[in-house]
């Protein structure tokens, strides 16, 4: 990262300036492979018109994902993934359910789709289930929504939790788009519960949102359902040689992944010790913090005029909080020292 400099909050638009700190859509701070850029500077793939998906992508995801090839449905954008699951699961006369607060994505996906969610509120320790779950409501006409880690409480769903709802005959849609960063993946439920629909991305943890591969991990009928409404050979060329070479490189991008579990650790103790917000323990490459002096409107601009960029949690349904991406060691003492400075502000 460059270091700051005082006019790139004077800029049009600070999110495009290069010396800004950008701590507000969750990217990998250390950005993709080595092994991805020199995969994409040398294909010739690139110049094809793209076919069926290559047999050795499918296989390497297959050992990646621990399901079988034909439990795989790649496409290239996760919103788009969100979407393609939400219309054929809603086919008929099913509910949709959704764990509130929750991400962004999911809110857009089912505005874009035309479908209004029933919110179900989380309990005030984040858990799913405040006693015995009423079968009656989630029945086999119910499609559950859940994030895990959910964005942007950072919260992990339990697999207790979960069991009780697919015993109940629902049909329980997992956003796993951060599953990388925390050490539970309740998805793997889905080799058990075919009624388990578990989305997962590379885009965060191989440094991919710029070709955001992602994928669900579902029983080999639903798989089925969606390659017959929306073929899987539409995947781009890129994604097809920066999935493989991110893959292929796994060891490096994990070893970057543990890394930035270290500083979310070290970025929780250092926000404890400010006077104005409180942060949550959190699962994802994010904390959320409650802002307790001041707010949140007059703290995120403040920082945009330092040159830090965090997400302001309005639109999720928590007004007041914070959610802040974990990036290096040097972002972090960044960030902690513009907000020391504008604490006097507040």
């Not at 996760?78 to 809603?90: A, G, M, S």
């Not at 060891?251 to 070290?266: M, T």
């Not at 490459?285 to 949690?313: M, S």
Request: a negative charge; one cysteine or more.
């Amino acid at each position: 990262m460059s270091s700051y400099r005082p006019s790139a909050a004077k800029t049009l638009d600070p999110a495009l300036a290069d010396d800004v700190l950008r701590l507000h859509l969750n990217e990998n701070p250390y950005g993709c492979s080595l092994l991805v850029r020199e995969s994409l500077s040398i294909h010739d793939s690139l110049a094809h018109v793209p076919g069926p998906l290559p047999i050795t992508l499918c296989r390497a995801l297959s050992r990646y994902a621990l399901r079988p090839e034909s439990e795989l449905y790649l496409v290239d954008s996760f919103d788009l993934l969100l979407e393609r699951v939400l219309q054929t699961l809603l086919q008929g006369d099913r509910t949709l359910f959704a764990y509130t607060p929750t991400s962004t994505a999911f809110l857009s996906a089912t505005r874009r789709i035309g479908v209004h969610p029933v919110e179900v509120q989380r309990t005030e320790d984040c858990r799913l289930l405040a006693g015995e779950l009423p079968t009656d409501r989630f029945g086999e006409r119910s499609v559950v929504y859940v994030g895990s880690p959910n964005d942007p409480t950072g919260d992990v769903a339990a697999a207790s939790e979960l069991v009780v709802m697919l015993n109940a005959g629902a049909v329980v849609v997992l956003d796993e788009l951060y599953t990388e960063f925390s050490d539970k993946s309740p998805g793997l439920l889905g080799r058990e519960f075919p009624n388990l629909v578990s989305l997962r991305s590379f885009a965060p943890w191989a440094g991919l949102w710029g070709v955001p591969v992602s994928y669900v991990a579902a029983s080999s009928e639903f798989v089925e359902q969606l390659d017959a409404q929306w073929p899987a050979t539409g995947l781009l060329a890129s994604s097809r040689i920066a999935a493989g070479a991110s893959l292929d490189d796994q060891a490096s991008l994990q070893n970057r992944v543990n890394h930035i579990r270290l500083e979310r650790a070290r970025l929780y103790r250092r926000l404890r010790k400010l006077n104005f917000l409180e942060p949550s323990l959190s699962h994802g490459p994010f904390l959320l913090a409650e802002i307790t002096r001041g707010d949140a409107e007059q703290v995120c601009e403040l920082l945009a005029r330092e040159g830090v960029l965090i997400h302001r949690c309005d639109a999720e349904g928590l007004p007041g909080h914070v959610r802040i991406s974990v990036g290096t060691s040097d972002d972090t003492d960044q960030l902690v020292a513009a907000m020391c400075r504008i604490a006097v502000l507040l």
